[in-house]
């Protein structure tokens, strides 16, 4: 299955993601994390992309674009992926398609995680996640360990959920990423969930209504 995740800030793509490419035995690939790990090696994608990154900007098409490719070129994605955070606006959503025809094959769904704007801020200030292995956590409680279950790393704070920058990017997800969902639904590919509810939910509706679909 191909699949791409769409959802504002702090929807759960990249928890959501993370299940589904485990329980399809495809590869979870998230721009945001592959720009992220680019900034932490200090590589020249990563020098030319930090200002974007860090103020919760998009990074130029071009270079994104580049670095998609290169991804889903590897033997890993041969058959499937779970694609979070690309396309982020129409242009990217464009060439993707003519990526797509170039290479002979289709996404199968683009699933919509539908949530209030006023819990995307509560989540994104609570959010902690593991540099090592990129697990994401929601510790709203001081007491809560800062360690990652899976590899014991120490956790960290992501440079763009401070509020000034969340709102930032909540604004250019509305302006420049909203749209796709009406660009796949014209083509009949979006499945939208109710990404408001607790995690296992969402993540059982997701699973179900994916296997209802079918994998086109
Ligand atoms: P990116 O990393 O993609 O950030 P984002 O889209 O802002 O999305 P987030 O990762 O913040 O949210 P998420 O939906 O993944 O939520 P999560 O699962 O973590 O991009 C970062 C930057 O990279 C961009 O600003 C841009 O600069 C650049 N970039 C990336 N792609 C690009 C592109 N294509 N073109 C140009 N630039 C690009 O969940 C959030 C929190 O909520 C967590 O704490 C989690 O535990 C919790 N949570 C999740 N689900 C639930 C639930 N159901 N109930 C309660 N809590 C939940
Ligand atoms: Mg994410």
């Given at each position: 299955m ?5 959802g504002?800030?702090g ?6 993601a993370?299940r ?20 932490k090696?200090?590589t020249?994608?990563?020098?030319q992309a930090?200002?974007?990154v860090e ?17 889903l070129g590897?033997d890993?994605a041969?058959?499937g ?12 959503a464009?060439?993707?398609?003519r990526r797509l025809n ?6 199968s769904?683009a699933?919509y995680?539908?949530?209030p704007?006023s819990e995307l801020m ?11 292995c990129?697990?994401?956590?929601h ?6 360990s800062?360690?990652?279950?899976n590899?014991?790393?120490g956790l960290?704070?992501?440079e763009?959920d401070?509020?000034e920058?969340?709102k930032r990017r ?7 990423t909203a749209?796709?969902?009406d660009y796949?639904r014209d083509?009949g590919?979006?499945?939208?969930i ?6 296992d939910v969402?993540?059982?509706?997701l699973?179900q209504?994916l296997?209802?679909?079918g994998?086109?």
């Amino acid at each position: 299955m191909r699949l791409i995740m769409i959802g504002p800030p702090g929807a759960g793509k990249g928890t959501q993601a993370a299940r589904l490419g485990d329980r399809l035995g495809v590869p979870h690939i998230s721009t945001g994390d592959l720009f992220r790990a680019h900034l932490k090696e200090n590589t020249e994608l990563g020098q030319q992309a930090k200002r974007y990154v860090e103020s919760g900007g998009l990074v130029p098409d071009e270079l994104t674009e580049a670095m998609v490719w290169d991804r889903l070129g590897r033997d890993d994605a041969k058959n499937g992926y779970v694609l979070d955070g690309f396309p982020r606006n129409l242009a990217q959503a464009r060439s993707f398609e003519r990526r797509l025809n170039e290479t002979r094959t289709a996404l199968s769904r683009a699933v919509y995680l539908r949530v209030p704007e006023s819990e995307l801020m509560r989540r994104l200030t609570g959010r902690w996640w593991c540099p090592e292995c990129h697990a994401t956590y929601h510790l709203a409680s001081p007491a809560a360990s800062k360690v990652c279950e899976n590899c014991q790393t120490g956790l960290i704070q992501r440079e763009d959920d401070r509020p000034e920058t969340v709102k930032r990017r909540l604004r250019v997800y509305f302006e420049e990423t909203a749209p796709l969902v009406d660009y796949y639904r014209d083509r009949g590919m979006v499945l939208e969930i109710d990404g408001g509810a607790p995690v296992d939910v969402v993540s059982r509706k997701l699973g179900q209504q994916l296997a209802e679909g079918g994998s086109r």
